[in-house]
């Protein structure tokens, strides 16, 4: 008898625990389930429903499998990814009730097609409009391709959701006709953070023309606050985020955004856009949207928005241009290097800085009543024809005046330029035309890129007050706007986007915190009195700043799943930092249950604000052992005032305003946290004036 090589035996062995490890799926789970990595990979063979009210909790390092289909032609997508009496030939998981699916970084969930053909798809993630809410964390999902749901509606979505209740967090999605969408009127409590979005190179011709759209995210419903999308990476992509009837936050991503409409706001804040043909792009009538505080590098259009109110601030743009039409809004504080700023209509343009674009205007700014201190340096055309006003500009080192020929009379007042004003041009008075040479010396480094005006240039106080007329009260760096940069007495605005020897405004900073577990709080939107343009985000850590003139403010915070935050008359000092700290606490927790409020220990200290001391009064309605430390501003333990076993009933106890060393403390806000039983139970702040 020919012998068995012991090398077969085990491959044979390894094919049969395999086989024994998959675990067929399909039709209705009427009971709670949790799926196990010892029986993963999960075959979806049969379209799974989630029944109503059922939980399917599946666990770190799960592999699913579902069934897919061809998905090559339009009549392949007929016949093979549409629901015909609720049976379709590609599979799909439709959630009629929960998914838990929570990986780790170590061992992630991976939800794929069972067959390993590159022009097969399964269905999607259908989260019904019935359904709670579900939680993805460390996920991934790839090759769906959508399900025709019902005449007129067409699942794109990797995860479509239509219950409007999801929290996706630190999952990658790859080679998805769409990743991750909403549906008009149905959207309450969203948050997409951490994740990341790319086509890759798994989607066939056919797919990748049906889809392109990685987050399509509507409105939310009366009563509920915006989605919130923070920290996302999006790659390869036609279209990043679609974004229809916006209200939302898009925070600290890379994005490549779609069109956006109707009566609501739109919040773009502190994201990083790669290589997108349109990054931010409206092209349907919105309300309002606020750009602030981005990167966008390469592609088309970093901006491109028809029919908003719109305000595009403190971004930098490389090799991409900005385009309006038929806005209103302020576009200031803007850098832009290579690309161009086609800005017409009725909105206010200054501060802003456009060179290097070999290829088109510097700023291309049309019938617009306010256009101040902004510069435009070494592009191919120096104007677009049609503006009314360029007041304190600084226009240099151009190819050509402009494309075509000034079809308007635009006036010149105050502003420095290396070309005649004359007809069909209007000289309003305090020009400066400069030589090549003087125009070296008007900047520190005009080859470098850095506008900063140099000691003694002739565009130091040369300006026209446009703060007669306008309002904007800072120069490029919020500094202040108008100062005595020359030291004659005099203070007279500056030409150009910078204000030499210009103070800094004063600033709000500090963090947010949940009191019921004295953690941070990441994302939170802030406004300050209210108003949508007066605008930050805290970060990853719960950490912002945001600069201000000199007054009084109430401060708004908001977040989806935290009650909202107002704190009233915060005062801001010209050239000083005002710390804030805010609490915010959670509404709902994991599972979607209402979170009940925090324990009342009637805790307060007295006097507040104090100086040296205060004390820290408390009540116990058990005994128990009890904690009480001081933290500062920025976490950091400064002193624990208690750490032992107390009765029930009132407790005081003294800060004498010294750390764990004897040295006393600065002025500013601390926090005191009380402990029971080893459970943070009530935060409070107290505030040290000297």
């Not at 209740?165 to 969408?181: E, G, L, P, R, T």
């Not at 056919?206 to 996302?232: C, Q």
């Not at 950091?636 to 009765?647: A, Y």
């Amino acid at each position: 008898m020919r012998r068995i090589r012991p090398i077969l035996l085990i491959a044979l062995f390894i094919f049969i625990s395999n086989l024994h490890s998959q675990t067929e799926v399909g039709g209705h789970l009427s009971e709670d389930t949790i799926w196990n990595p010892e029986d993963s990979p999960y075959l979806v063979t049969e379209i799974l429903y989630v029944d109503p009210g059922v939980t399917l909790t599946i666990l770190p390092g799960v592999e699913v499998k579902v069934s897919s289909a061809p998905c090559t032609n339009w009549q392949e997508r007929t016949q093979n990814f549409w629901l015909y009496n609720g049976v379709s030939v590609a599979k799909m998981i439709r959630v009629n009730g929960r998914i838990i699916a929570e990986g780790t970084k170590q061992d992630s969930i991976v939800f794929t097609r069972l067959q390993d053909d590159p022009d097969y798809y399964w269905g999607n993630i259908y989260i019904t409009e019935q359904a709670d809410m579900s939680r993805f964390e460390h996920c991934k999902f790839e090759y769906t391709a959508g399900i025709g749901i019902a005449l007129g509606h067409v699942a794109y979505g990797a995860l479509s959701i239509l219950n409007g209740k999801v929290v996706v967090k630190n999952s990658f999605f790859q080679n998805n006709a769409s990743m991750i969408s909403t549906y008009f009127g149905f959207t309450k409590e969203i948050e997409i953070i951490n994740n990341k979005f790319a086509s890759g190179n798994g989607l066939n011709n056919f797919v990748l023309g049906i889809g392109g759209t990685d987050l399509s995210i509507t409105s939310p419903m009366e009563g509920y606050k915006p989605a919130l999308i923070a920290n996302n990476v999006f790659e390869g992509s036609n279209i990043g985020v679609r974004a229809y009837y916006v209200n939302n936050h898009h925070v600290d991503s890379f994005v490549n955004t779609g069109s956006s409409q109707w009566n609501a706001s739109s919040y773009f804040y502190d994201n990083h856009f790669i290589d997108c043909y349109r990054a931010i792009h409206s092209w349907t009538r919105l309300a309002s949207i606020y750009i602030r505080n981005n990167n966008f590098i390469g592609g088309t259009d970093g901006v491109d928005i028809d029919h908003a109110y719109v305000e595009i601030s403190d971004n930098y743009f490389e090799g991409c241009d900005i385009v309006t039409m038929y806005v209103s809004g302020k576009v200031f504080n803007n850098k832009i290097e290579g690309g161009e700023a086609r800005i017409p209509g009725e909105i206010e343009v200054y501060n802003n800085i456009s060179f290097n674009n070999d290829n088109g205007y510097g700023l291309e700014v049309g019938y617009n009543p306010y256009c101040a201190n902004n510069i435009s340096v070494n592009n191919q055309y120096a104007i677009w024809g049609k503006t009314m006003y360029y007041d304190n500009c600084i226009i240099l080192n151009n190819d050509e005046l402009t494309q075509h020929y000034v079809s308007g009379n635009p006036i010149f007042r105050n502003s420095i330029v290396d070309f005649p004003i004359e007809p069909p041009l209007i000289d309003g008075g305090g020009n400066i035309i400069v030589d090549s040479l003087q125009a070296q010396e008007i900047f520190e480094d005009i080859q470098g890129g850095n506008f900063h005006l140099a000691e003694g240039s002739i565009a130091i106080d040369a300006g026209f007050d446009t703060l007669s007329y306008y309002y904007s009260p800072f120069d490029m760096e919020y500094n202040h706007r108008v100062w005595d940069g020359s030291g004659d007495g005099n203070a007279v605005i500056d030409i150009g986007a910078y204000e030499y020897g210009a103070p800094s405004l004063g600033e709000i900073a500090g963090y947010v915190y949940d009191p019921v577990t004295g953690e941070t709080v990441d994302y939170v939107f802030i406004k300050i009195d209210n108003q949508p343009g007066e605008f930050t985000f805290a970060d990853s850590d719960g950490s912002f700043t945001y600069r201000l003139p000199a007054g009084v403010y109430d401060v708004y915070a908001e977040r989806v799943f935290y009650d909202d935050v107002i704190e009233y008359n915060v005062e801001v000092i010209d050239g000083e930092t005002t710390e804030l700290i805010i609490p915010m606490s959670k509404t709902v927790d994991a599972e979607d249950n209402e979170v009940s409020a925090i324990a009342d220990f009637n805790i307060m200290n007295y006097p507040n604000p104090f100086n040296p001391e205060t004390t820290i009064k408390f009540d116990l309605m058990e005994a128990g052992e009890v904690e009480l430390t001081i933290y500062n501003i920025k976490g950091q333990k400064v002193k624990q005032l208690l750490g032992e076993h107390l009765p029930a009933g009132e407790h005081k106890i003294v800060w004498d305003g010294k750390d764990y060393f004897g040295n006393s403390a600065s002025s500013g806000v601390y926090v005191y946290k009380l402990k029971l039983n080893g459970e943070i139970e009530a935060v409070q702040k107290c505030l040290l004036l000297k």
